[in-house]
């Protein structure tokens, strides 16, 4: 297939009316060929944003442009968009092959324009041997390529993806995932992919766009959101663990504190006041015996809780407060980490991340 040029996508002011539930002011700007994923957990209002991109909601305010032109009264066949549910909506009736020719034959393209698109798709994602079979004969894996085929055979100008991985295997997502990677380098795609999990959300998205009860609550490239939460929601489902709230105050050295429970956290920052700050679990380093390392944050506490994830494990330190670090199976073993046991905990100022 030939390779597009993706469309830059405008979101201005947007919201939607479905009952109980609403969309409140989107902002959003993605930019020709990017990435971009929009990340939250159920019932957040990811699926209803991308419904109302690709036309299936009418706005109750706001703007949708698309390379400038206003698209938001557009009906979804004039909008130019490929769209792939979570559940691949495939139809049950159909070959693959006329699956991913239905869209053409509505654009009323020719039979050899038809069966040249079949073949350049079919190439692309490796599926011409399955173009006689029914889906019900299928992979999940193998469905889900044929509705990327459907979707992507008709040129989109914007690809929509609705949580593509969610059913399939590790194996099969993993395998995915980097399909979906060459795919938009391949093709210059503009694509918006709309996930819960944040692991896909980081090795796929150029950008993210946090979703929270229907607004959007932070917007930045994965490392930013990972690193520098904005609030404590996107901390947590992010994965933080370690969120705390007070009152700042000054330290010593140019540093400021926040007190907690019997210790203090050094921190870096120009924010005073009440604020939250987070460590990330990674940050924190576990030992037997005080540390001698320029770490501002050096406390002693008991083990509370071990909890192993496969080649990780995390131990929760009660100082108090408790926090959580991240060992490796092999240091786990090697520091003979027990709950009860008393160990010494660390992590720098910069480790700190104030909000």
Avoid: C
């Avoid at 324009?113 to 299928?138: K, M, N, T, W, Y």
């Avoid at 690193?227 to 000054?250: C, D, H, K, S």
């Avoid at 944050?297 to 009660?318: D, P």
């Amino acid at each position: 297939m030939r390779r597009a040029l993706g469309s830059r996508l405008e979101i201005r002011g947007l919201s939607v009316d479905l009952g109980e539930f609403h969309l409140r002011g989107i902002d959003l700007s993605i930019a020709s060929g990017e990435y971009f994923v929009i990340l939250g957990p159920t019932g957040g209002g990811k699926t209803v944003l991308l419904e109302t991109i690709a036309g299936l909601h009418r706005p109750r305010a706001g703007r949708i442009l698309l390379d400038g032109e206003d698209i938001t009264a557009a009906p979804p066949e004039r909008r130019g968009m490929g769209f792939v549910y979570q559940d691949y909506a495939l139809f049950p009736h159909l070959s693959v092959r006329e699956n991913i020719a239905f869209g053409l034959r509505l654009r009323g393209l020719s039979r050899p324009a038809v069966a040249e698109r079949l073949a350049e798709v079919g190439d692309l994602l490796a599926i011409g041997h399955l173009f006689h079979r029914p889906p019900s004969s299928l992979s999940g894996g193998e469905q889900q390529r044929v509705a990327l085929a459907r979707a992507l055979v008709v040129e989109p100008r914007l690809l929509l993806l609705d949580e593509p991985l969610s059913a399939l295997d590790p194996e099969t997502r993993e395998r995915l995932q980097r399909e979906l990677g060459r795919l938009r380098r391949e093709l210059g795609l503009t694509v918006v992919h709309v996930t819960h999990d944040f692991e896909e959300a980081v090795a796929l998205g150029d950008r993210l766009a946090v979703m929270h009860a229907g607004r959007v609550v932070q917007v930045g490239p994965p490392e930013e959101v990972f690193r520098r939460p904005a609030t404590e929601f996107v901390a947590r489902f992010v994965g933080v663990r370690n969120i705390f709230e007070g009152r700042l105050r000054p330290g010593d050295d140019g540093y400021q504190v926040l007190p907690l429970g019997a210790v203090e956290v050094a921190v870096v920052t120009e924010l005073s006041g009440r604020a939250h700050i987070s460590v990330r679990p990674e940050e924190i380093i576990i030992s037997r015996e005080p540390l001698r390392s320029s770490a501002r944050n050096a406390f002693r506490g008991r083990v509370v809780e071990v909890s192993e994830r496969g080649a990780l494990a995390y131990i929760t330190v009660r100082v108090p407060p408790e926090f959580t670090g991240v060992v490796t199976r092999r240091s786990l073993e090697e520091l003979a980490l027990r709950e009860g046991e008393e160990v010494w905990i660390a992590f720098k100022a910069s480790a700190v991340h104030v909000f």
